[in-house]
């Protein structure tokens, strides 16, 4: 039996077991986006200034985020699924900055395993962590902050968490509740201008993706992968945080 636990970013250090952190609205989204427009790995950090001194390190990446949802001055990219969509990022390195997802994941760094995680990759999300057979998962509800009650990352959760228990649940009981959650509303209401209706759309693609998104340690840096769950010999050879 698999112990699950509900935790918010600012609880996120204390997460146990494999740490999924979760932002549909919208990094983690966006970093599924840009590994289907061929990212090589995307580097999670916290701190803008740290984002962009490891731009100047790395030789050919590029940077992708937002602060309080504006895209960043001097950023390549905003946080849009939308707008990378639509971008070449073949062989990229992304360092991804972001208020909410990329916080989680810095957070949750003492976890045995991380998986970052949205709707469009919540299959095959479920079905790594099965792989792994963990003794407890800890879910990271990232946008349960900043006065937000986050529920489009909690559905996303529970959505994962009964494709875990076997129950075959229903992806759009789960799915609305990305426009009924705070944040939903808000954008309904016109209030997050940034937010546009083709991210909301993105955002609620479940399954969309047959690949998922697990974090390691490369050099003393975080790092997600795209992972093919199929590909198990791409999982052997992982080190993991």
Same mark, same amino acid.
């Given at each position: 039996? /698999?112990?699950?636990?509900?935790?918010?970013?600012?609880?996120?250090?204390?997460?146990?077991?494999?740490?999924?952190?979760?932002?549909?609205?919208?990094?983690?989204?966006?970093?599924?986006?840009?590994?289907?427009?061929?990212?090589?790995? /995307?580097?999670?950090?916290?701190?803008?200034?740290?984002?962009?001194?490891?731009?100047?390190?790395?030789? +050919?990446?590029?940077?992708?985020g937002e602060d309080h949802g504006m895209r960043l001055q001097g950023f390549n990219f905003g946080n849009s699924p939308d707008e990378i969509a639509r971008k070449d990022l073949t062989g990229k390195t992304v360092i991804q900055r972001t208020s909410a997802g990329t916080q989680g994941i810095v957070r949750a760094s003492r976890s045995c395993h991380i998986v970052a995680a949205s709707f469009?990759?919540?299959?095959?999300?479920?079905?790594?962590?099965?792989? &792994?057979?963990? *003794?407890?998962?800890?879910?990271? /509800?990232?946008?349960? @902050?900043?006065?937000?009650?986050?529920?489009?990352?909690?559905?996303?959760?529970?959505? /994962?968490?009964?494709?875990?228990?076997?129950? @075959?649940?229903?992806?759009? &009981?789960?799915?609305?509740?990305?426009?009924?959650?705070?944040?939903?509303?808000?954008?309904?209401? +016109?209030?997050?201008?940034?937010?546009?209706?083709?991210?909301?759309? &993105?955002?609620?693609?479940?399954?969309?993706? +047959?690949?998922?998104?697990?974090?390691?340690?490369?050099?003393?840096?975080?790092?997600?992968?795209?992972?093919?769950?199929?590909?198990?010999?791409?999982?052997? @050879?992982? *080190?993991?945080?």
């Amino acid at each position: 039996m /698999i112990e699950f636990e509900y935790l918010n970013l600012a609880d996120a250090s204390s997460a146990e077991g494999v740490a999924i952190v979760i932002d549909v609205l919208r990094a983690f989204t966006t970093a599924a986006f840009a590994f289907s427009s061929g990212a090589e790995r /995307i580097i999670p950090v916290s701190g803008i200034n740290e984002a962009q001194a490891l731009n100047q390190k790395l030789s +050919g990446s590029i940077l992708m985020g937002e602060d309080h949802g504006m895209r960043l001055q001097g950023f390549n990219f905003g946080n849009s699924p939308d707008e990378i969509a639509r971008k070449d990022l073949t062989g990229k390195t992304v360092i991804q900055r972001t208020s909410a997802g990329t916080q989680g994941i810095v957070r949750a760094s003492r976890s045995c395993h991380i998986v970052a995680a949205s709707f469009v990759v919540a299959k095959a999300t479920a079905r790594y962590i099965s792989w &792994l057979k963990p *003794k407890k998962i800890t879910f990271i /509800i990232t946008g349960e @902050s900043f006065d937000r009650d986050g529920d489009e990352d909690r559905a996303c959760a529970e959505y /994962i968490e009964a494709l875990l228990c076997n129950v @075959s649940p229903d992806p759009d &009981l789960y799915r609305r509740r990305v426009l009924s959650s705070s944040a939903g509303q808000s954008f309904a209401r +016109g209030c997050n201008h940034y937010l546009t209706q083709e991210d909301i759309k &993105l955002s609620m693609l479940v399954d969309h993706f +047959g690949f998922c998104m697990p974090v390691v340690c490369e050099e003393n840096l975080l790092v997600m992968y795209k992972h093919d769950f199929f590909d198990q010999n791409n999982f052997a @050879s992982l *080190k993991y945080v």
